[in-house]
């Protein structure tokens, strides 16, 4: 497939190893603006078959066959790799955008998009001066799914993991990193959509920790 792999980061992060797996072009933030940095890189690949990144990502074992499979499947979709964490659910469609670690975007499906974001940014902005939420690229990609009534793909099991690094945008690290993880559940010989895979959770979380070096009693 002809798809156009882009890392969204900062000067400072370095990516982990896994990324090694994918050709890919780094659009680099360097205002340390997430919303703009966001939009920008949209609108820069906008005429691409787009899998869009962030830079805090573990990616699974055979990711670009993993992806690329379930892209074949769904290639006008919009799909979200890794979203809800803590939650789960089986593959589905929905209109409730969260997390941004690893989506699919079709060629040309973010025009419109693009558009309701920056609209909707600048009546916010006026409107309330200032306030975070309408600094979050997240929700502003949300709600513009929302009026467009586009109902995007979340795909689990989740075929990148949350890296362990300080969030700019959150402050909550455990819960942005999930146990669902598709490598985790190959190396417990666990399937996702087995009857009892809701009652691993608790083995899932451990193996967790144990692979990230993770100290609930301690993190943080």
């Not at 789960?88 to 558009?115: A, M, V």
């Amino acid at each position: 497939m002809d798809i156009k792999y882009v890392v969204r980061t900062i000067p400072e992060r370095k990516l982990d190893k896994t990324y090694s797996q994918i050709n890919f072009e780094l659009f680099i933030d360097m205002k340390h603006n997430a919303w703009e940095s966001f939009v920008e890189a949209l609108e820069k690949y906008t005429d691409y078959d787009l899998v869009l990144l962030e830079d805090d990502c573990i990616l699974c074992r055979d990711f670009k066959q993993r992806i690329e499979d379930v892209i074949t499947k769904f290639p006008h979709n919009i799909i979200n790799f890794y979203t809800l964490p803590q939650s789960y659910f089986t593959t589905r469609f929905s209109d409730h955008f969260n997390y941004n670690q690893c989506t699919y975007f079709p060629k040309g499906s973010t025009k419109e998009l693009i558009k309701i974001m920056k609209q909707d940014r600048a009546i916010n902005r006026e409107k309330y001066s200032y306030e975070r939420s309408y600094e979050s690229y997240e929700i502003s990609l949300r709600e513009a799914l929302k009026k467009l009534k586009i109902a995007h793909l979340q795909y689990r099991p989740c075929l990148v993991q949350h890296n362990d690094h300080n969030s700019t945008l959150s402050s909550s690290r455990e819960a942005r990193i999930t146990p669902y993880f598709i490598d985790y559940l190959d190396d417990l010989g666990l399937e996702y959509f087995s009857p009892d895979i809701i009652f691993k959770h608790t083995e899932l979380i451990q193996y967790r920790n144990k692979q990230l070096n993770i100290d609930p009693l301690n993190y943080k």
